[in-house]
DNA sequence: CTCCAGGTTCCGG
DNA sequence: CCGGAACATGGA
């Protein structure tokens, strides 16, 4: 990140109340991949709107005028406490409960989000990061903020335009034909990221499922951070391990179709959301027993 | 060096 | 419907 010009974290800002929330363990949970620590809170982009968000106790403090783009790209409507009301109580839930509690399931700017985890697809989150950065430093709009030089996410309209070379500079490997499939598509009309919010769920899978590199799990993932769609529940190598040997420990020849039936029945109304805590859990807290 | 990572797609039973 | 293999890259 470069320098525009030398200035302390911002000083205008303005306090918002966040009672149940964690800033610190959402933004490290997995969903977003592009804040920067600053000072003593954070800095990002939220949509085209550069933004300082710092939590102290129960309050954020937060750049003068995003107060409202803040609090929906964050959830912070969201009532936590009835939502953990409907977990499952079980030891495994209980414990990720422990260790998530404030983390909210956020709500992104859709294009962002299916393009960042188009880019996922067998990556280690902070390799997602560096992608995250590098294709916002080749095609994003640069903002000058607070001494920072900080990139907005190109818009499916200028990835179109990319090569696929240009996309694998950005260390995207085979992703990048997917990714660029999927900006041409969309700047074409052709799948209209708008109107799949005003479909049911499996519909709005399905349109989702259209675009190149995103499979069942990227659709969730999307349908749950930028859709508020809190009951889908994507399955990855970490919910796919902690569903095999907590919920089906022992049992043998356990298929996908098995896994996805039990978690959209045992997981509620809120399964989006059990999903994150017990994936952030697993990742975060999981090491290979010694000898196996 | 080997193993694995917030998978998707294609291909053969 | 199911399992297997290919696909790029870099951190552990």
Not at 1 to 26: G, N, S
Not at 186 to 191: K, P, Q, T
Not at 200 to 220: R, S, T
Request: with cysteine; glycine share 8%; hydrophobic share 40%.
């Amino acid at each position: 990140m470069k320098h525009c010009k030398p200035e302390a974290p911002p000083t205008d800002l303005v306090r918002i109340a966040a009672p149940d929330f964690d800033l610190l363990r959402t933004l490290d949970s997995g969903q977003v991949f592009h804040w920067h620590p600053h000072g003593a809170g954070w800095v990002g982009t939220i949509g085209d709107q550069p933004v300082f968000v710092e939590q102290r106790g129960k309050s954020l403090w937060i750049s003068r005028g995003t107060e409202d783009v803040v609090r929906h790209y964050f959830a912070l409507d969201h009532a936590l406490k009835e939502i953990y009301a409907t977990f499952p109580a079980d030891p495994a839930m209980n414990g990720a409960l422990d260790y998530c509690k404030g983390i909210t399931i956020m709500q992104q700017p859709a294009w962002e989000c299916v393009a960042t985890f188009i880019t996922s697809s067998l990556k280690q989150v902070a390799h997602i990061r560096q992608m995250s950065l590098a294709i916002r430093k080749a095609f994003g709009e640069p903002v000058c903020f607070s001494g920072l030089e900080l990139f907005t996410y190109p818009p499916p309209e200028r990835l179109a335009l990319a090569s696929e070379k240009q996309l694998r500079d950005c260390k995207l490997g085979f992703r990048a034909k997917n990714l660029l499939g999927a900006a041409r598509k969309i700047a074409d009309g052709e799948i209209d990221l708008q109107r799949i919010g005003t479909m049911d769920d499996p519909e709005a899978l399905a349109e989702l499922c259209k675009l190149p590199g995103v499979g069942e799990k990227v659709a969730n993932c999307v349908l749950l951070f930028a859709y508020g769609r809190l009951r889908a529940f994507p399955i990855d190598v970490w919910i796919e391990r902690v569903l095999r040997e907590i919920y089906f420990r022992g049992k043998r020849s356990v298929t996908a179709s098995r896994l996805k039936r039990f978690s959209r029945e045992y997981f509620g109304p809120y399964g989006g959301y059990a999903q994150q805590y017990l994936f952030h859990h697993a990742r975060k807290t999981y090491r290979t027993p010694p000898g196996s």
